[in-house]
């Protein structure tokens, strides 16, 4: 069974800095794209960054140049640098990876809150 665990999240301040990291473990054979998302009260859950195998990036044009998003293939966690918040980027904050194990699935974490306070 694979699980995903997020941790580093809490209360920051206004142009503070986070990190979030998310650790997969159970029976799998590989990891592809590794992905953050967050979710704030009211609105649906959004794509923060993602990162493939081969360490393309993404990022959503709202965190561009803020947060930073990486993997450490030989742990398998993903991590998100959040640099220079902001009060909306307060929110749920979920990773996502796409895992092959006996059959290739997305697993989600539980989710962690982080919220940025002015």
């Known amino acids: 069974q694979v699980q995903l665990v997020e941790s580093g999240g809490g209360l920051v301040q206004v142009g503070g800095s986070q990190r979030l990291s998310c650790t997969a473990s159970?029976?799998?054979?590989?990891?592809?794209?590794m992905t953050w998302y967050r979710q704030t009260p009211g609105k649906q859950r959004e794509l923060v960054a993602s990162?493939?195998?081969?360490?393309?990036?993404n990022y959503a044009d709202p965190v561009k140049g803020r947060f930073t998003i990486s993997r450490d293939n030989t742990v398998n966690t993903l991590f998100l640098q959040m640099n220079s918040v902001r009060v909306e980027d307060t929110g749920v904050y979920y990773c996502?990876?796409?895992?092959?194990?006996?059959?290739?699935?997305?697993?989600w974490g539980q989710g962690i809150q982080v919220t940025v306070s002015s």
């Open positions: 159970g029976d799998f054979s590989s990891i592809g794209t």
């Open positions: 990162i493939s195998r081969s360490l393309t990036t």
């Open positions: 996502k990876m796409i895992i092959t194990s006996q059959t290739l699935g997305s697993y």
